[in-house]
């Protein structure tokens, strides 16, 4: 196994209106990205399922996501992470368009749903 090294806040790209994602360590089992959005929000009206569990920590920034069954956003905040179970219709409502948010990602291939997968597809 190759030894992996770096800083998640290195080259940080500059705003642009994709989010950037950088896959750090992938197995048969997981796969672990680095995304940083600036301002990137879900299409209204649009909600993402995944085949995966997906555990994130929002690092740096603002956001809200927002889960299909629960009326309340959960605003995120550096530090705080959430646990998505595969199948789970959610989307993010918002990202700080004033500063980089930085997110770890874990996907669990290991707990995968006989739902489809679905792109995150995001607008600026």
């Excluded at 994130?56 to 889960?67: D, E, K, N, Q």
Aim: one cysteine or more.
């Amino acid at each position: 196994m190759e030894r992996g090294q770096g800083n998640l806040f290195d080259e940080v790209p500059a705003p642009s209106a994709a989010e950037h994602l950088t896959t750090l360590l992938a197995s048969e089992n997981f796969h672990l990205e680095r995304i940083i959005s600036t301002g990137q929000s879900t299409p209204e009206g649009q909600w993402l399922t995944q085949e995966t569990g997906e555990w994130v920590v929002l690092l740096s920034g603002a956001a809200g996501l927002r889960f299909e069954q629960d009326a309340q956003e959960i605003v995120m905040r550096p530090g705080d992470y959430v646990y998505i179970p595969a199948g789970c219709r959610h989307r993010v409502a918002w990202t700080s368009p004033d500063e980089k948010s930085v997110w770890l990602a874990l996907h669990d291939k290991s707990h995968v749903s006989g739902s489809e997968s679905h792109e995150q597809g995001y607008e600026s």
